[in-house]
């Protein structure tokens, strides 16, 4: 199954990412990347993103990039640094990028910018493969 079929397959049945907006902007093996918009319901008390938008987000792109190999894989461990606020309008691009793929485990490092480029999050997976394989 090809990375766009694996990743249809996956965001269709993913009411979360199409509560987030996530709209595809690229994917391939062992990358994908994602944008959203930022809404008011996302904001914290503090009148910006809730850390959890933007861990959402690159958790997102980690999980289709780590899938597309068309084998299923889930995390088995992430870490979030969020280096940046995130307001309500904010354009938010996650870009995934495999950095080892092994037999069953794979590890991840995802970017999170807005609009202007500059980065809000740097997220880091690591994926389990399992031996099973999209159909």
Known sequence: MSPIEVF??????DPFSQWLGIELVSMGQ???????????????????????ISFSLADSAFAFA?????????SI????????????HDILTAIAREDNLGKSISNYAIEVTRQDGSAVAFFRGVAYRKAKEWE
């Open 66 to 74: 780590c899938n597309s190999h068309g084998r299923h894989a889930v």
């Open 30 to 52: 062992g990358t994908c990347a994602l944008r959203m918009t930022v809404r008011k319901e996302m904001l914290n008390g503090f009148g910006v993103a809730h850390g959890g």
């Open 77 to 88: 461990h992430c870490t979030v640094e969020h280096v940046a606020p995130v307001f309500e």
């Open 8 to 13: 249809h397959k996956m965001y269709d049945n």
